[in-house]
């Protein structure tokens, strides 16, 4: 009985599930995952906070509410961005969704047709390549630099292809741990702008930069087609799925109808609680703690390598985020030394589910996940997987 | 600029949308939503069963969890359905959702290629018109008598078409608040097996019937191609966004990927703090109140169009539910009637945005958000705008 929808012939597999149920086993480390840590969760907080709300408006918080989402937090969202980068968003132009993922979901839904050819960074995010594999694009994929994306391949495709939308990390990339340079935004603007080509900017990181300088939204250097996505889940809570899109009003519109239809709202006594928690805590500080502790523990890995890992081996640096991005000599798979780190009770992503093909010859590493005494066990056995190659 | 996706041009305007922003003036009664009453929502108990989650396991009810859902959660639906109805579905073949609205959102990114032939009840379920609409089939329907769903038209379509699913309401259906019979439910799963097409059987208000015993789902009836949706939304709290739906192990493993890109996962606190209500207090008290005050609203409301309306106007008196289904002489717009009784201050949902064609002579009206004094003013007022018809 064949009766599905061709689209569902064309998802790729979801690697990371299988992987999650490896590290059921309590003797396995992973770095596989994409965590935060949960001893920086404010449950206290919050909890006092869902009392607030509670107590103070139970009838409302637990009731049916807008497809657009609590209007202060919508404000709150739109203020931020003006506090920290001097850019306007008016809150009319914000959709609260299901954690930035339902927003990827909502944007291939309004603009993917069938065919349609859509750009994303090599290696990318594999949540959004799944997720809009769904509405069955044709992808292009643009080399990530060490500086940000790389504008030579970017034009040559934008020059070729008739492109509806690039979506890109710009900071502290999900796999790769890169970040887009001032100049590199700039310049990515302009191409994207002259092409009159839409920018999916996913930012779940941006607010977790442990060195250096916050860098502005790619967003803030088009007048148009700069669509920025925003996320509690690792500054606040992951799981209450609270994100959002920002989008000009014509495409907000377009969202609005497809959120609708896929679930009427989001969880709204979650988004009560994360603004009563916003309202009266200073979020500031509590991001500086996590900021201070995945410092450490990018450290903490990065020493790890150093120490432990044979030569010949590079990896990214990260400024912030959650994840650091291995590249391993031509001669060992990804997938392979996946099998014999199993073995040593230590898992990570293989590198291949990143790219639309190849790619087998790096890796992804989460830092946030773990504590240094973890990271620096956790990297011994992966060494000695390593060394099984030499 | 013609960006968005083919699929967007076909989406019905939403005129729920659209009465909802004249009914922010106070002064207005509204039958025209689809909301709880909240005077019986269960706050104390909420907070109180929030406050253990969080104190026993802050750090998991608030971190990432798995695209199925919480596994004891999808055990106590799986025990409640065999209690209730001797009907065995497997934990490992629930999935749960935001809301039985993401349900059919799935249901349709994983089910329908573009123009393939599916089947709805006339009148029909809205937000399932809307969110089946955005993957662009073919619409066929069946008309709804007094005991279901029209049999002989259900054959004549089944022998011509060939039909993808059939998406049904079977209890205090929305918008009609009619029942299928066991009778027409048994004969439905017949024919249903016979031309071996899929029945979508949306659920959200089975447990509040207010009057006689309940019927068993007709999924109780098929061996195969049964999918049962199910949500809290109307017995514990809608806020939450807590649905499920039931099926086979291939359709569910499509649903979970077709889940995961949609946004990896519902709101896991609010699972836990559903299951952690569901084990410290009775539910069955507390739907045995909610049917005790539904039943007296909609027997005030029925009163009401006794005392107050014009001859020659119909309506349905639905066993449990929310809505009631009223049908004007052919010489009434219900469309023009909005504007009347806009002007008399009070709302309901003109009848056509439940059809795919034509359906103007008839409305909906919502009776589980009004006090019985609030309907009784309400349905004079609506009285006063038809009178003006004659």
Redesign the interface.
């Known amino acids: ?1 064949k ?6 012939d064309h ?1 790729p597999k ?1 690697f990371i ?1 299988e992987i ?1 149920k490896v590290t059921e086993n309590p003797e396995i480390i992973s770095f596989a ?4 840590n ?2 920086l ?1 404010p ?1 206290k907080e ?2 006092e906070a ?2 607030k709300v ?2 103070s408006d ?10 657009e989402g609590y209007y202060p937090l919508r404000e709150y969202i739109s203020k931020r961005y003006y506090e920290k980068h001097s850019l306007k968003i008016d809150p009319e132009e914000i959709l609260i ?3 930035s ?2 927003a ?2 909502l944007l291939g ?6 065919s ?1 050819q859509i750009l994303i960074e090599k290696p990318g995010y594999l ?1 959004a390549i ?2 809009f ?3 069955q694009p044709q992808f292009r994929s643009v080399s990530l630099k060490e500086d940000g994306i790389c504008l030579d391949e970017l034009e040559t495709v934008l020059k070729k292809d008739k492109i ?1 939308f690039f979506y890109g990390v710009p900071n502290f990339q999900n796999p790769s741990g890169i970040t887009y340079s001032l100049s590199n935004r700039k310049e990515l603007a302009k191409l994207l702008t002259r092409y ?1 080509v ?1 920018f999916i900017e996913d930012n779940p990181y941006g607010d977790l930069r442990f060195i250096g300088n916050d860098i502005p939204p790619v967003r803030s250097f088009m007048e148009e087609g700069g669509i920025l996505l925003g996320s509690f ?1 690792k500054t606040v ?5 609270i994100g959002w899109v920002c989008a000009q009003k014509e495409i907000m519109n ?1 969202l609005v ?2 959120k ?11 988004q009560r609680v994360v603004m009563q928690y916003l309202t009266d805590y200073n979020i500031e500080n509590h991001i500086n703690k996590i900021k201070e502790s995945y410092k450490k523990q990018r450290e903490k890995m990065v020493e790890a390598i150093e120490a432990y890992f044979p030569k010949g081996i590079s990896y990214t640096r990260p400024e912030g985020g959650m994840f650091l991005w291995v590249e391993l000599p031509s001669f060992i798979s990804s997938m392979k030394l996946f099998e014999k780190a199993v073995a040593e009770n230590v898992v990570f992503v293989p590198g291949s589910p990143f790219y639309l093909e190849g790619g087998d010859n790096a890796l992804r590493l989460n830092f946030s996940n773990s504590s240094e005494a973890v990271i620096d066990e956790g990297m011994r056995r992966l060494s000695k997987a390593l060394k099984s190659f030499f």
Do not use: W
Request: aromatic share 12%; hydrophobic share 35%; net charge positive.
């Open positions: 009985m009766y599905f929808a061709s689209r569902m998802v979801s599930r999650l995952g994409g965590l935060p949960p001893n969760f449950i919050i909890q869902a009392v509670l107590e139970g009838k409302n918080v637990l009731q049916y509410s807008t497809t969704t299901n954690g993922q339902q990827l979901d839904k309004i603009f993917i047709n069938h349609d949540g799944q997720c594999s769904l509405y509806k009159s839409n889940s809570v992951p799981s209450f799925r377009k109808i497809a609708q239809g896929a679930d009427l709202h989001t969880n709204y006594f979650s």
